[in-house]
């Protein structure tokens, strides 16, 4: 049981324990970050999953100043492919699954997940699919949403390859990069944290936003002003 706990634990914090699953299991790291990525963003029963700190630090590590057996291409060109299967998986779930995950018949689908996104989907349109990458929650949710309503698969996959790309670039060069210097090598754990914080502001706007918008109309509403009784 307690080896359970472990491996759950790892699983959920790889971004954390990274360094220790490169030595420990080599070039099979490579397989465990492909299934982490390709589950956080195919399932949206996994939104809970790292992504965009587990990217970072797999670019870190990658570095050949850390001498690690990950190469950054390869993992460029693996973690790119695990996004973008990932999307389109997810896709087809919410093609299948339809209207009925909105009705609530789904239990397994948290409803307010489902509305936040489609929310997002309805003002972006087709760029959700670009835009969620980087938003996480709304990452694991966008593709099953755009199942759901009326984009077609043509149409989807061009965003699918485009935001799945960029995504991963962004994060794993990112971690390439400065993963390796001093300052960050020092603070990893509360980089890792920033990197979290940072992904969630957006949604964390778009939540501020709406409600802000949502009062302003209700009181616009309120203070329209009543034609006085007339006194003869």
């Known amino acids: ?12 914090h790889l971004d954390e324990h990274l360094g220790a ?11 465990l970050l492909f299934m982490v990525i390709f589950m956080e963003t195919g399932f949206v029963v996994t939104p809970f999953l790292p992504g965009d700190s ?41 093609h299948t699954i339809g209207p ?19 929310a997002f989907y309805e003002k972006h349109g087709g760029k959700t699919i670009i835009l969620a990458r980087f938003v996480p929650i709304v990452r694991t949710f966008a593709p099953f949403v755009a199942g759901v309503g009326s984009m077609t698969y043509r149409h989807f996959i061009s965003y699918n390859v485009i935001g799945g790309i960029l995504w991963v670039a962004i994060f794993l060069f990112g971690g390439y990069f400065f993963g390796s210097l001093p300052l960050v090598k020092e603070n990893f754990s509360l980089v890792v944290i920033a990197i979290i914080l940072i992904s969630v ?28 009784p007339r006194k003869d």
Do not use: C
């Open 201 to 228: 502001l957006p949604a964390v706007y778009e939540v501020v936003r709406a409600r802000i918008e949502t009062s302003r109309s209700v009181k616009a509403s309120g203070a329209e002003p009543h034609a006085e």
């Open 100 to 118: 009925r995950a909105f009705s609530g018949e789904v239990r397994f689908l948290k409803k307010e997940y489902l509305d936040r996104t489609h």
């Open 54 to 94: 587990l990217l970072f630090a797999a670019g870190t590590f990658a570095s050949p100043a850390l001498g690690s057996v990950l190469n950054i291409w390869v993992l460029f060109v693996l973690l790119s492919v695990a996004a973008i299967l990932g999307d389109t998986v997810n896709y087809w779930i919410g």
């Open 1 to 12: 049981m307690e080896l359970l706990q472990t491996l759950i634990d790892i699983f959920l």
């Open 21 to 31: 699953v490169i030595q420990q299991y080599g070039v099979w790291t490579y397989a």
